[in-house]
């Protein structure tokens, strides 16, 4: 939901010396997140373009990061969905403050 993107088409990579090739939507945001970009940047290129900036990058980053886990290759590492809510509700009072 966060990248506006199909889960199943793939995500073009031309990270391959050039060479186009489709790669998993997990993979893709993975390999951002981990980059080497300022995490603006990072998240920018993960946002949906439709959304045009108007979202808190720090909010979003947190989002991305609890959705990766959630995607866990092992089920046990995934989170039960108290946790997720319990990390997102963590995120927004730490805003706030």
């Known amino acids: 939901m966060v990248t506006g993107r199909s889960p199943g088409g793939g995500v073009p990579d031309t990270s391959a010396g050039g060479e186009t090739e489709n790669r998993g939507l997990t993979s893709w945001v993975k390999q ?3 980059g080497e970009v300022p995490t603006a940047t990072r998240i920018e290129e993960i946002v949906d ?9 720090k909010k979003v980053e947190v989002l ?6 959630c995607v866990a290759d092992d089920k046990d590492d995934r989170p039960t969905m108290s946790q997720v809510v319990e ?3 963590r995120c927004t009072n730490e805003a706030e403050i």
């Open 32 to 34: 951002k997140m981990n």
């Open 49 to 57: 373009h439709s959304i045009e900036g108007g979202y808190d990058v």
């Open 64 to 69: 991305v990061a609890v959705a990766l886990h």
């Open 87 to 89: 990390m997102l509700h």
